[in-house]
Structure formats: C-alpha cells, structure tokens
C-alpha cells in the first residue's frame, strides 16, 4: 500500500515543480521530508531517486550525481523513443481502421511509464550502490535498443502508407503534381526546404477541403 501511495505521488511531482526550486518540494514530499535538496531528474525516474534516497537519507552527493543522468535518460525515452513509436503505430492504426484501435498504442505508453515508477522504488532501494546496472544493463539493453528498432521500423511503414497516398492522390489531382514537382526542383536548385513545406501544406489544405 505504501508503494502504491507513493506511487501515486510520483505522478504529481511534475506539479511541485518551481523554477527556483526545481523539484525541491517534489521530492520532499515524496519522500516524506527525509530529503530537501535541490535537484531536478525525469519524473519517470522520480520514484527510483526516491527509493535511493530511502536506502540512505544522506546520499545526496549520489543523487546529485545520478539526477541529472536520470534527466537525460528520461527526455531520451518520453522524446526520442516512447513519443514517437507511440505517434507513428497510432497513425498507422488510424490509417487502417479509422477506428478506436489507436488507443492501443496509448496504453502500451502508458503500462511502460506507470510499471517504470511503480517499480522503481523497489530498483532504486535494493540496488542503491549499483544504480549504474539500471542504465548500463537495463536501460540501454532493454529499453533502448528494441524500441528503437520499433521506431524505425513503424517510421519506415508509416512512410511507404504516407508515399503511397500521395501518389494515389496526384494521379488524381495532374496538376497538383506538376506544381509539386516544380517546388521541388526549385527546393533543390535553391538548396531551400521553404518552397517544398509551401507546396505540401498547399496539398495537405486542399486535400482536407475536399
């Protein structure tokens, strides 16, 4: 119970935040006031800089150190890989069925995002002195390479369904694709993506008024 309370603290620590302060008064009371630092990390790591914290309330030295580690691993994971395997197997879905099957994706974002803080307390209390496994052996062996995989394999599907309609769509409309091919000599000529973006957001306004 104790860990599912702190769990659901975990998922408010975002709201704490203060740009003076950081994550100060987050972590204070995520840790029922044992650590009172300034320190800033990823909320998905949050909960394992809490459960190092409750291994040894004076490790602040270590936290310091491994909080903005955790920071730069988290961005890596919501921005780089979660966010946009998410975005592309939801398009994709959308693209097939045009139905409620994209909501799929979204609860396989969030089951990985609530088993990290759950879990994580547990990580960072058992296994405080060798914290470096949850990066080296974990994070980067587990996490990052398959979904990173993923990523590109969605990205290369979601460009074949994306290419393939919008050749479906100039062998219907000539003359939008002469005009495409002329902004993309002209990109090219010029060496400037400006015309090619005009072009397809022209393409995409028309397309969403037919």
């Not at 979204?106 to 088993?115: D, G, V």
Request: proline letters at 3%; one cysteine or more.
């Amino acid at each position: 119970m104790d860990k599912f309370i702190l769990f659901l603290k975990s998922l408010m620590l975002q709201s704490l935040f203060s740009k003076d302060d950081m994550q100060r008064h987050g972590f204070k009371c995520l840790t029922n006031g044992s650590f009172d630092e300034h320190i800033n990390t990823n909320p998905f790591f949050a909960t394992v800089i809490a459960g190092i914290i409750k291994n040894n309330p004076q490790s602040a030295q270590k936290v310091r150190f491994i909080a903005p580690i955790s920071a730069m691993l988290g961005d890596d994971l919501f921005w780089n890989l979660l966010k946009p395997v998410t975005l592309y197997s939801s398009l994709i879905l959308f693209l097939l069925f045009k139905n409620w099957l994209i909501i799929i994706p979204l609860i396989f974002y969030n089951i990985i995002i609530f088993l990290l803080r759950y879990k994580g307390f547990d990580y960072g209390a058992s296994k405080a002195d060798r914290i470096k496994l949850l990066y080296c052996e974990w994070y980067f062996k587990k996490v990052q390479k398959p979904l990173h995989r993923a990523k590109v394999f969605l990205f290369g599907i979601l460009s074949v369904f994306l290419v393939l309609m919008l050749i479906n769509y100039l062998q219907k409309h000539i003359l939008y694709g002469i005009i495409l091919g002329l902004i993309l000599t002209l990109s090219i000529a010029l060496k400037s993506r400006a015309f090619l973006l005009i072009g397809v957001i022209l393409m995409l306004l028309n397309l969403a008024r037919l």
